[in-house]
Every structure is written in C-alpha cells, then in structure tokens.
C-alpha cells in the first residue's frame, strides 16, 4: 500500500482562518485536507468549493457527518469539489447505500464515521458490505473529553474490513505512530494542529512521526496525575471557560502575588472565631491537597495566620482557601504561600472546636465537596466538582490551546475582534 496520509481536520467556523491554516498544513505535509463539520455547519459548501480552488492538489473531504437524504448530500459535497464525502455509520442502511449509489454516480468517495457506533466491529463488516471506501474509527471530540480512546476503536475494527481505515479522535505526535503501528491507512488530526501556534510545524511533526510507527500500549498517565498535570498547565480563566463560565468564587484574593495552587479539596467547616478544625485539617490533608474553610461569614477574626501556615508548608499542602480572613500577612507573604482569603483582620479567635472536617460546604458561593478538584492563580479560585475533573481538565486544555493560535492570529497584526468575528456571531434578536 501507499504511504500512510495525514488528513487535517479544519474545524473551525470561518473560511478564512481555515483557509489560512490549511495553506500552513499543506506546507507542513498535510496530504488530505477535510472541511470539517462546523465549518461546512457555518459557511456550508462555499467552504467545499473554495478549499478545492486554493488546494487543486489536495484531495478534499467534506465532512458532511449525512445522516439521511444521503444522496442529496452527497451530490451537493461533489458538485462543490469534494473528493471524498463522510456520512455517519450509525445511520441506516438506506442512508448509505443512496449515499454510495450518489458517490458512484459523481465519481466521488465515502468514508463512513464509526463515531457513537455501538458495535463497531460488526458495523465496519456491515459498511464494507454496502460499498464504502473507507471507514474511520472515529472518537468524537465530546467523547473524547470523557477519555474515550481512539485507538482502543481503531484496533477492535481494523481486522474486520479489508478497505483502508482511517483513525481520528484527538490524535497528536504522541499517538500518530501508534494509529499507523495498528494498521490505520489515514491519520485524522484536527485540534493537535488547527489550534497549534505553528501549525506548519506541528503538521511536519506529526508527518514525521507517522513515519515512524510505534506499537500503542494504552495511556502513559494515570487519569489522576493527568488532570494535575493538564490544571498545572491551564489557568483558573480557562477552566471557568471550559465550565461554560461557572465554578468560580466570589471574592478570593490572592494573599501571595504570583502563587498557583491546584490539588484536591479537603473542606472544613468552622465558625467565627474558632481556628481549631481549619488547624486539625492540616493534620488530615496529604502533600498535594487544598484546604478550602468556610468560616461562617466571620471576618472579624481570622481562622488562620503564619504558624498554620508553616505547618502546612511542612506537610507539602498545596493551596489554602478561606471564605473568611486571614492574619499574618506580612510574615506569609514573606514565605509566598497559595492563600486566598475574602480579607485580612489581625484578631485571631479561640480553638473551641466546633464545626466539621470533610463535610459538603460553601466556600466564595460556591459548593465544595471533599476530592472536588481546586484550581486558584491570581484572576481566583475555581472549584471543578470531582465527578467531572478529567472531563474539565480536558476541555480546559482545548481552550488554552485555541487561545494559543488566537494569541498568534493578534501577533501577525488582526484585532480581537478580527480573529473572533464579533458581528458576524453576536446574538440576533
Ligand atoms: O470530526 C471531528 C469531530 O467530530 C474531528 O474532525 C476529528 O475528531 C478530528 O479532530 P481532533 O483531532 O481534534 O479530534
């Protein structure tokens, strides 16, 4: 067979970033280049016929994910100058046979999608059967923030068909040679290039790597150390983002400028005037964890100061957050400490013990629970609900990443409100 192609996944909603990011995933190596669903969504098959003018040497995928009316679909993607049309495997029969019978008659081909294909193995052989030419095991991007792997998909059809399989779902250099080691014909890349700041090189990279396959042996990190490692990166403003603008404090300042903490909540709720639990939880808390206290409103007292602080340090805490005050402060800004605190009040109260370590509470309007993951730098504190961390560590990092190549598009000389077509997607009434 050929050598393997790299399809890059142009999922974006304006023709002409992508335009100007396909022009520099050509000249990194892209082979195929595919109109992704929400560009076709957003500038439907103008987007098609203007990728087939500027790239004639490109073959030209649209992304049509056909769910029915397969044939009008298809026709509509080849009159505009696709190559190859995707129609979504899940769908019925009649789907893609009208689909295939369309592609025939336009001379174009079918790839069908195995995304959110139950069984997928029985679905390729079934696919094959109705005459399409590829098929891709597909982990959407959706699934793939949930830790759906792709080529754990790739790998339970390859062996099924005997027409060339495309694999696609978050793939980067990290995971290409794996997917060409598993017998993937073609290696769909969206996100690991579109949003990359060098999207010339990163292509080359992932070209490069493709070269060299390697055989996969399943994620290197647990999902725990992924999500340290991913909020260690990101900013407290992106996972807010990736939360759809919610999880964040009210009030939070940030004791020691320049201080990040990120770890695991251990909650403790206290009254005003009482430092006992806040100070018992340090013993509680392991090296890596946020001590997140609700001091019931007290402002007028602080439940903590430097010495718990030092004792906290010592235990390797990562982070202390009190809806409350804090005392001490030119002694811990000295030691440049992760604090945040709602104010500061030099009066301490008494260690009369009242309250609970562990407990559900509130802390800057928002609840926390124990193992609710923390993420606090200098714009606050936000609280991930541990139920759904990986997911949001995941989706953060997609949002730090299309901040990357923003960031790039507003250094070669655009506005804001340029790069992000403000007009264009302001609500309509
Ligand atoms: O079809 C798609 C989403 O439905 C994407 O094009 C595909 O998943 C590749 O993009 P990424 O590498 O970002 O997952």
Redesign the pocket.
């Known amino acids: 067979m050929n050598r393997p192609v790299l399809q890059v996944?142009l999922?974006l909603v304006e023709l002409d970033r992508a335009l100007t990011i396909a022009g520099e995933a050509v000249n990194g190596g892209a082979d195929w280049l595919?109109v992704?669903?929400p560009l076709i969504k957003s500038e439907g098959m103008r987007a098609v016929r203007m990728l087939k003018s500027a790239f004639p040497d490109q073959k030209i995928i649209a992304?049509m994910k056909t769910a029915d009316t397969g044939a009008i679909e298809v026709e509509m993607a080849a009159k505009s100058g696709a190559d190859i049309v995707c129609v979504l495997g899940a769908s019925d029969d009649s789907v893609i046979a009208e689909s295939v019978r369309a592609a025939r008659k336009y001379g174009v081909r079918i790839m069908a999608d195995l995304?959110s294909v139950h069984n997928p193995a029985e679905r390729a052989e079934e696919l094959e059967r109705l005459g399409v030419d590829y098929i891709c095991a597909?982990t959407?991007?959706d699934q793939?923030m949930t830790g759906t792997d792709s080529l754990d998909l790739l790998m339970k059809v390859i062996n099924k068909v005997s027409i060339p399989v495309a694999a696609?779902?978050?793939?980067s250099e990290k995971t290409a040679p794996g997917a060409i080691a598993s017998g993937a014909f073609i290696v769909?890349?969206?996100?690991?290039i579109i949003r990359s700041s060098d999207v010339s090189g990163s292509t080359r990279r992932i070209r490069e790597a493709m070269n060299q396959p390697v055989p996969y042996t399943g994620p290197e990190k647990t999902r725990e150390e992924e999500i340290l490692e991913i909020l260690n990166m990101v900013s407290s403003s992106n996972v807010s983002d990736a939360m759809h603008r919610k999880g964040s404090m009210v009030g939070m300042i940030s004791v020691c400028s320049g201080t990040k903490a990120v770890g695991k909540a251990i909650t403790v709720q206290t009254f005003a005037g009482d430092w006992a639990k806040p100070v018992e939880a340090i013993d509680r808390a392991g090296a890596g964890d946020v001590i997140v206290i609700n001091n019931d409103q007290g402002t007028f007292v602080a439940p903590w100061g430097e010495l718990a602080t030092i004792s906290c340090q010592n235990r390797g805490v990562a982070g202390i957050i009190i809806d409350g005050a804090v005392r001490d402060v030119d002694d811990i800004k000295k030691m440049h400490f992760p604090i945040w605190a709602k104010t500061f009040q030099p009066n301490a109260g008494e260690p009369k013990g009242f309250g609970e370590i562990g407990s559900e509470i509130s802390c800057g309007g928002q609840s926390v629970s124990p193992g609710d993951w923390i993420i606090a730098d200098e714009s606050g504190v936000v609280v991930i609900p541990r139920t759904r961390a990986y997911e949001i560590a995941r989706r953060a990092r997609e949002v730090y990443n299309t901040e990357l190549r923003i960031r790039e598009e507003l250094r070669r000389g655009k506005t804001l409100s340029q790069v992000m077509n403000l007009l264009r997607w302001e609500k309509k009434q």
């Open positions: 996944a999922d595919e992704g669903t992304d995304i597909h959407g991007i793939q696609a779902g978050g793939i769909i890349v969206g996100g690991s």
